[in-house]
């Protein structure tokens, strides 16, 4: 009998078992500042890693919403989990736009963990046969459990131009420093990792210049074209992020309504919170709030799957509101879960008690500069009213 085939239902189930466990998981995680070896294996076992992976290489190559209920799925559990996978995902997603030969060389471990950022830091210089690799990478999230590790740099020809391009590079090539000590989501380990005159052959460095991707793509048989998962690369991962906070959120509120049994108002006649109306409203807000951003998200989801399908990249304007729309998103979930944790009392400020945690870590990845509220709203409103975004990161 054929072995039947993995889909998203099954990945899902499969992620929904495993939920008490990375909750439970979740202060050692936190102490330890990174993932236990526990739930990289779950989430291996569970097929998350192969998501991004094209089929042709053992992969699943799920779509860009499949992925993301993935994510939110996790981040009930753990945000941190979560947080790390969607990294390691989307950069294999990365890899499907580059030449064939580097895809072979990735994939031939299909659930392929890599990390990286897009920040060029480093410094590649040409020598014969590939480039020598110097520099250092901050807040490198999931560098300390990933195979390969995504180095942008700059080129430095001996004419004195320069060009961005990415490198992909063992990890096992560089240093990591013991750095990541946080109040927020603590155990990604995003740690600075270092290279030292490392060569890097020369079929493994893509210049990010769009012509060049576009030129790979073209080159790739008709079986490796990703049909249906072009996305647009800033588009794709920023969206694809918002789903930790979206599943963050909704575990935030089912710890919530989990903690409320027997529970009063200290220091008032109220001997059952639920009882309250205020906490009505609280509930409420909050399920409103998350419901608001899933259909944002829904929506953008749908946007990008639609452009991807016909073969087109998203508009300007489409960019832009992605990038908008997925700040505001957070921003939502991010005032939910503060309505909620502002109604657990003051037993909720105990390391043990993981609505404290989830609360920390999603005020925390708020912050991150591709889904700041403000840029993101700015850079949304530049587009809405006919001027230049100023920004690459569209």
Not at 3 to 17: H, M, N, P, Y
Not at 174 to 200: H, K, L, M, R, Y
Request: glycine letters at 8%.
């Amino acid at each position: 009998m054929a072995a039947k085939a993995i889909d998203v239902t099954s990945v899902l189930a499969a992620v929904r078992e495993i939920v008490p466990k990375l909750r439970e998981n979740g202060l050692e995680a936190e102490d330890r500042r990174w993932l236990p070896d526990e739930n990289v294996e779950l989430l291996e076992k569970a097929g998350v890693f192969r998501m991004a992976t094209p089929k042709v290489f053992g992969g699943l190559e799920f779509s860009v919403a499949d992925q993301a209920a993935v994510f939110a799925e996790i981040a009930r559990g753990d945000v941190s989990t979560s947080w790390i996978a969607s990294v390691w995902v989307s950069s294999a997603w990365m890899i499907t736009l580059f030449p064939e030969e580097l895809q072979k060389e990735i994939f031939a471990t299909p659930d392929v963990r890599i990390s990286g950022g897009f920040t060029p830091s480093g410094v590649l210089t040409p020598v014969e046969g590939g480039f020598v690799l110097n520099g250092s990478w901050k807040f490198n999230s999931g560098c300390r459990g990933a195979q390969w590790n995504i180095a942008t740099s700059l080129v430095q020809h001996p004419d004195g131009r320069t060009e961005e391009a990415i490198a992909l590079v063992p990890m096992r090539e560089f240093t990591i420093e013991d750095d990541w000590n946080t109040s927020s989501v603590a155990a990604t380990g995003s740690c600075t990792s270092t290279a030292a005159d490392v060569f890097v052959p020369a079929h493994r460095v893509v210049p990010t210049d769009p012509a060049v991707f576009e030129a790979a793509l073209a080159q790739l048989p008709e079986d490796r074209q990703p049909t249906g998962r072009e996305y647009g690369l800033y588009s794709y991962i920023i969206s694809q992020g918002v789903a930790t906070f979206l599943g963050a959120a909704r575990g935030a509120l089912e710890l919530f309504l989990d903690r409320l049994p027997g529970r009063g108002i200290t220091y008032t006649s109220w001997t059952d919170q639920k009882q309250h109306p205020l906490t009505q409203i609280q509930v409420a807000t909050a399920d409103a709030k998350i419901s608001a951003a899933e259909a944002l998200m829904q929506q953008t989801y749908q946007t990008l799957q639609r452009r991807a399908d016909a073969g087109e990249q998203p508009t300007l304007e489409e960019k832009a509101a992605v990038r908008g729309h997925s700040a505001y998103a957070v921003q939502l979930v991010k005032e939910a879960v503060d309505v909620l944790y502002n109604a657990s009392g003051a037993t909720a400020i105990q390391r043990r008690v993981p609505i404290q945690r989830f609360h920390r870590d999603i005020q925390g990845l708020a912050l991150h500069g591709m889904i700041l509220l403000t840029s993101s709203l700015e850079v949304h409103g530049r587009v809405l009213l006919g001027l230049d975004p100023d920004t690459p990161l569209l």
